[in-house]
């Protein structure tokens, strides 16, 4: 468990890390809902597919609603 949330910590480090520009609305939408999906993924006791499965449709989601914000300014 402590090895996932590591792992997970890493990442999203090294995804906010090697962002040299501003964000697209698309692209904060999916940090938060990969990283919000991912987080109940591991709260709720999932497997590891499990967890990684809801942080990739967190994601998915999170890209879809944050581009349509953007859409919509």
Known sequence: MLKTKVVVMLAAA????????????????????????TGIGLVAGGSFGAVVGAGLIGGAVGYLGGTAIGNSK
Do not use: F, T
């Open 14 to 37: 090294g995804m906010l890390g090697g962002c040299n520009e501003s964000l697209s609305d698309g692209q904060k939408g999916a940090l938060v809902g990969a990283a919000a999906g």
